[in-house]
């Protein structure tokens, strides 16, 4: 499971799941994230991920790497 501690605190957050070894090829994308993304849709590789959230008024995005394993 992709878990991101605190997200309860920002509702209607979407968070886009993207390949890097497949040119950046947008795998997972959810509207209001509730930590329960396990990976479906998307094969064992590196994926980066882009978190939006509603923060003081605004969109912050938040960007990383993650691996998946299967």
Not at 1 to 24: C, K
Not at 33 to 54: C, K, Q
């Amino acid at each position: 499971m992709f878990v991101i501690r605190g997200l309860e605190n920002y509702p209607n957050s979407r968070l886009s799941a993207f390949n890097l070894l497949r040119g950046g090829v947008l795998v997972y994308r959810s509207e209001n994230y509730d930590n329960t993304w396990d990976g479906r849709g998307a094969g064992p590789g590196l994926y980066s991920y882009m978190l939006e959230v509603h923060e003081k008024g605004s969109m912050k995005a938040y960007r990383g790497k993650l691996v998946i394993i299967k």
